[in-house]
């Protein structure tokens, strides 16, 4: 049995929730952060993955493995692999209880293997499946390999003890638009708005615009026909009526809009991207390719909108480079997940159990800041594997890391951090950022214009006549 947990008259009723709790912001819920994390995984870069040309089967898929709402594990299928292999040959026997998060309904060869581990839940993007059934349905195939393999599926759920089936809740009726708000108010754009003085909240927006073309392609499915025949096949009848169908679409086309301006909010407009700061640049380190420190600072603002403290949200997400190349089976290639967070109260606590006064209050003793948990502290308590010296740990963090914190990143043995630096050597009244600037045998990435090239403007300017679209 599948659970749709919305329907159109239910669609707000999170939003006045929200209103009536003073000063609080929409949150993302819990399930809907793991399936947003999930469709960006389907978008790692990848060298031998070509995102937009690749039409042979199996799909890409990404996936979020998390025990106990933690996340214990973000994957995407490679070239040999699908994801859900992927997570067998990363978790083994771990998988049990866990709850799997996929961009698409995993195939039966993949899921009959994470049933067998034992998992507790498998929830999935109700779009095409990793064996598309997209062609068959338009060329009318009666009974294609993705169909046969949709009934297996079938099949297999239905012997399962595992739940399969589709988690999204609405949205809080503001969410979109406060997305949207703090994306333009972010470290990233606030400092290509200071190097680049033209840079409008126009630009912005084209660049959602490309990459809500470039992911509706990816995610949605732009036929309604089509979309409930696979919604069929898929055993999911119940969601083809009215209004469930609408709402269902309305609410995958916000998560797409929200991935969207997420991810506009980094733009490599102008050359900006993550490099050493000014004082290190004589160091000769390897530095990750700028799309996948983009693709992780970005999964960072992601986690950020979870955040319990209702005027800064920050996420943060420690990754390592493994060592040895054979143990690459992954869709991120070498590159494996360590931990994530966001800044929240400390877990069990209630909402209502601190201040939440800031600095703007005058009495010391009832604000915030000495009991909020920090996005690096939180990744860094709930990281799944052990920080090894020999390898290369990264943390991308969405805002700068504060003196609170700064000596916990050095001392756990993290060697880089992407962040941004808004923030940087400023000292406010109950935290400060004069560390990490002084900060000695980590390297620092910053968010800035690449000092080794003089940014060529010819990109520059194709790039603005983005503005008038
Ligand atoms: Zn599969
Ligand atoms: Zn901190």
Not at 70 to 84: D, M, N, P, R, T
Not at 215 to 225: G, M, P, R, T
Not at 324 to 339: E, H, K
């Amino acid at each position: 049995m599948s659970k749709w947990q919305s329907n159109a008259e239910s669609r707000c009723s999170t939003g006045t929730q929200t209103d009536s709790m003073q000063g609080q912001v929409p949150r993302l819920s819990k399930v809907n952060l793991f399936t947003l994390l999930s469709l960006w995984m389907e978008m790692f870069p990848s060298e031998k993955y070509d995102l937009i040309k690749r039409k042979s089967q199996p799909k890409r898929t990404g996936l979020v493995v998390v025990l106990n709402m933690k996340i214990v594990g973000l994957h995407c299928s490679s070239e040999e692999l699908h994801a859900g292999q992927i997570a067998v040959i990363k978790h083994g026997s771990k998988l049990k209880d866990c709850d799997l998060y996929f961009s698409r309904k995993p195939c039966s060869a993949c899921l009959k293997m994470i049933v067998n581990a034992g998992v507790n839940r498998i929830s999935y993007w109700p779009s095409d499946p990793e064996i598309s059934l997209q062609k068959e349905i338009s060329e009318h195939t009666s009974n294609g390999d993705a169909k046969l393999d949709a009934k297996a599926v079938e099949r297999l759920k239905s012997n399962s003890r595992a739940h399969v089936c589709v988690l999204l809740q609405p949205l809080a009726c503001n969410m979109v638009q406060f997305v949207e708000e703090t994306s333009l108010k972010c470290d990233f754009i606030q400092k290509i708005e200071r190097k680049q003085p033209d840079f409008s909240s126009r630009i912005f927006y084209a660049y959602r615009q490309e990459k809500m073309k470039e992911y509706e392609a990816h995610l949605l499915i732009s036929s309604e026909e089509t979309h409930k025949e696979i919604l069929r096949l898929m055993g999911l009848e119940n969601l083809c009526e009215n209004p469930y169908f609408i709402s269902l679409r309305q609410n995958m086309k916000e998560l797409v809009l929200i991935l969207a301006t997420v991810a506009s909010s980094v733009p490599s407009h102008c050359g900006f991207g993550f490099y050493l700061s000014e004082s290190q640049q004589i160091k000769k380190q390897q530095s990750l390719i700028q799309e996948i420190a983009l693709h992780c600072i970005i999964q960072a603002r992601i986690l950020a909108y979870r955040a319990e403290d209702h005027k800064i949200g920050v996420g943060a997400v420690i990754w390592a480079e493994r060592k040895s190349v054979a143990a690459d089976c992954d869709g991120t290639g070498s590159m494996y997940f360590l931990g994530c967070g966001y800044n929240a109260f400390p877990v069990g606590s209630e909402y209502a159990d601190f201040p939440h006064m800031d600095d703007k209050q005058k009495d010391r003793e009832i604000r915030k800041f000495r009991y909020i948990i920090h996005a690096e502290q939180n990744a860094i308590t709930f990281r799944c594997h052990e920080i090894k010296p020999e390898e290369k740990t990264m943390i991308f963090v969405t805002k700068c890391p504060c003196d609170e914190c700064v000596p916990l990143i050095k001392g756990a043995g993290i060697q880089q951090i992407y962040a941004g630096d808004m923030d940087i050597g400023k000292k406010k009244a109950d935290i400060s950022y004069m560390k990490f600037e002084e900060l000695t045998g980590v390297s620092r990435y910053t968010w800035q214009q690449n000092p080794q090239n003089e940014y060529n403007d010819t990109r520059a300017n194709s790039m603005n006549q983005h503005d008038g679209t």
